[in-house]
């Protein structure tokens, strides 16, 4: 959305997963509740991510705000196969983080506190989707049409061969993180997380609201422009 407001040339053509993040505090913890983040240090994967975006909007709800804000909550970006380290030394009391890290850190003693449901909207709210050049995609439509093909494959792979994606999934982890989360670990997270082509255009307009209200935008974009799902419904026969 920030890149596409500052005249970046770009369109969101399918989404990719709803929900499957969680606010975990560490083992130990005094955080019971979203209140209790009163005063404490909350990890999530980058400043200006869907889970920034979302912590921020579970703190409103709840009286509170990040210390940018005015507030007391110190919001900490750290890289989520990080954040296991990170709640083991005690530099934060919680996260809020997209799966499979979520059940790891629970895993490692953490409580949960918030699930997917409760993020936003009762867990239908996207989170990632798939973004493409529009030059790119004017000057070679059959590559967009051809990627979009794939990409509607293993969406289907995953809700139909669930064992085929656990091993999938935990191999292109393992290569990207150096860590590879467990099997059940990972069966956890998937099933908090809804791996979806579609998107839902109401919360993604009520996160682009948040998004600038937090400060990382000045205003929000023309979903109408941003988002053509054409080419994916047609695959899919929608």
């Known amino acids: 959305m920030n890149a596409f407001m500052q005249g970046v040339p770009l369109k969101i053509y399918a989404g990719a997963a709803k929900a499957g993040a ?4 560490r083992e130990g913890s005094d955080v019971e509740d ?8 909350v990890a999530v994967p980058t400043r200006g991510s869907t889970q920034d ?8 709800e ?12 110190t919001i900490v970006p750290i890289n989520p196969a990080d954040m296991p380290a990170a709640f083991s030394t005690g530099q934060v009391e919680a996260a809020l983080v997209q799966e ?29 989707v798939l973004v493409v050049s529009t030059e790119y995609a004017e000057q070679h439509p059959e590559a ?24 999938a999934v935990a191999d292109q982890i393992e ?26 255009l109401d919360s993604m307009g009520e996160y682009a609201a948040l998004n600038e209200e937090a400060g990382f935008a000045r205003q929000s974009p023309d979903l109408n422009e941003l988002v053509d799902l054409s080419v994916i419904k047609e695959l899919a026969g929608e």
């Open 34 to 41: 979203v209140p209790g983040l009163s005063g404490a240090a």
């Open 22 to 25: 969680v606010l975990v505090a």
């Open 144 to 167: 967009l049409r051809g990627l979009l093909a794939g990409h509607l494959k293993a969406v289907n792979l995953v809700t139909e061969q669930p064992d085929v994606t656990v091993k």
């Open 53 to 60: 975006i979302s912590l921020r909007h579970l703190l409103h």
């Open 175 to 200: 290569e990207m993180t150096d860590k590879r989360p467990a099997d059940d670990e990972l069966e956890a997270a998937l099933a908090r997380t809804d791996v979806s082509w579609d998107i839902n």
């Open 100 to 128: 499979p890290w979520g059940v790891v850190l629970e895993n490692q003693g953490g409580k949960l506190i918030v699930d997917e449901r409760g993020i936003w909207a009762d867990g239908d709210y996207t989170t990632t």
């Open 62 to 73: 709840n009286g509170l705000a990040a210390t940018d804000e005015g507030g007391d909550v």
